[in-house]
């Protein structure tokens, strides 16, 4: 994965954990509360905008129908629900204004850190 792949990833982790106001820790961990498995949905979603699904199950450490299927349900309550629609237009205009230079949240950096070990 390259460096940008790498920041993608960090930063749309932090993004989506702001908006939904849960931790990173929690979007990659296996608890299946509403607004964790919405924002872990929605993770997967932005996530294929720039990472094949080999990358992202990797990352994510999901099974790739987990992965399919969260991405098809965020997309239908996008278009069903005005909350999640409200809050998929704030990630991704927060995504689009962030630059490479931004620094992501020490929680998803030391995710990425201790991953690789």
């Known amino acids: 994965m390259t460096k940008e792949q790498t920041y993608f990833f960090v930063n749309v982790l932090d993004v989506v954990a702001r908006v939904y106001r849960v931790s990173p820790n929690e979007i990659l961990g296996h608890r299946r509360h509403q607004n964790i498995a919405e924002a872990r949905q929605m993770v997967y979603l932005l996530l294929s905008d720039k990472l094949d699904d080999e990358q992202i199950i990797k990352l994510m450490n999901r099974h790739i129908t987990t992965v399919k ?10 278009s069903l629900y005005a909350d999640t629609r409200k809050k998929h237009k704030r990630i991704t205009k927060k995504l689009k204004n962030d630059n490479k230079n931004d620094t992501a949240e020490a929680g998803s950096l030391a995710y990425l850190t ?3 070990s």
């Open 114 to 116: 201790n991953s690789s």
């Open 69 to 78: 299927v969260g991405r098809d349900k965020i997309r239908d309550m996008i």
